[in-house]
């Protein structure tokens, strides 16, 4: 009796790899793990990126190539970085390999974090538009965190011996303690708020960290910024709200600001700590503009729920 071929991926596809991802494990893992990507029927060229921000690059350089789909094998970091690249490339579907720290882009598109699975994604091929997000002049898919949340970003990013949330948890007391408040102003339609900000998320999906809801209601496809603003308060208030944030009540709490809006500015005097997707960035005062990019990135994913 013949035996069945397992049915092969049928258009050009490329992984981009990030070796530095999950604390430098991905680098010393994928020699293990390529083979059993292709067992599982993905055939496809490979390539390692080399620094930050090589992943745009390497993004660029396939779909000048000719490949049709990009596969980012790494954490949220990688995602960012390869989701910029078909941006300014202008083509290539972005498909995710979620093998990093956090893997909250990967949530938010409903691709299953056991490499089993996310490997039948890929395979199966079903595509959808999902909405970018944009700040001074960088593309971001899932989340952007301003003042506390970039600070324990940047925290977390040096440890290597964790993974998931407790790299965040283990990093926030340290900056609850060290981290000052900007004054800030905010404008959106119309309206502005202004004050002293303990953080800033800005969202297309509901988490971030490896789980905190800091957006619950956030839809990647929605056509707008889920924004939370959280104003200044005490290092007590700051772990509450960190608590609350875990649980999906930021909300709730008392001096937040949550706002739906296509765009808004950010006016303030101080440079402010910020992650685009884990990747660690810097925003430059006086004034950063936030805006949503309707359905600019299609993605091999499964269809919403």
Request: glycine residues 12%; contains cysteine; charged residues 20%.
């Amino acid at each position: 009796m013949a035996r069945k071929r397992r049915p092969r991926y049928t258009f050009a596809v490329r992984i981009i790899v990030n070796p530095a991802a999950a604390g430098g494990r991905l680098g010393h893992e994928w020699k293990k793990l390529e083979p059993k990507i292709r067992r599982l029927g993905l055939e496809a060229s490979v390539v390692m990126t080399g620094a930050p921000g090589h992943a745009t690059e390497l993004a660029m350089r396939a779909v000048d190539a000719g490949v049709e789909t990009v596969v980012a094998a790494g954490g949220d970091g990688t995602v960012c970085e390869v989701v910029e690249g078909l941006h300014h490339a202008g083509g290539g579907r972005l498909a995710i390999l979620p093998l990093g720290t956090g893997n909250d882009a990967a949530r938010t598109l409903g691709i299953s974090l056991h490499l089993k699975d996310a490997v039948r994604t890929v395979l199966a091929g079903r595509t959808r538009r999902v909405d970018v997000l944009t700040v001074d002049g960088r593309v971001v898919l899932n989340a952007i965190g301003a003042g506390l949340t970039g600070e324990i970003n940047r925290r977390a990013a040096a440890v290597k011996v964790m993974r998931g949330i407790a790299v965040y948890m283990a990093t926030a007391v340290a900056s609850l303690f060290s981290y000052r408040a900007p004054r800030v102003r905010l404008e959106a339609d119309g309206r502005s708020w202004e004050g002293t900000m303990t953080m800033l998320a800005v969202h297309n999906g509901p988490t971030t960290g490896g789980g905190f809801r800091l957006t619950p209601a956030a839809l990647p496809a929605d056509g707008l910024l889920d924004v939370c603003l959280v104003e200044g308060v005490g290092v007590l208030g700051r772990a509450s709200r960190l608590v609350a944030g875990l649980r999906g009540r930021l909300g709730r709490m008392p001096g937040t600001l949550e706002l739906q809006v296509p765009s808004f500015d950010l006016a303030f005097d101080v440079p402010i700590p910020v992650h685009l997707d884990g990747n660690q960035w810097v925003l430059r005062p006086p004034r950063v503009s936030f805006a949503v990019v309707p359905g600019a990135l299609e993605v091999v994913a499964e269809e919403e729920s």
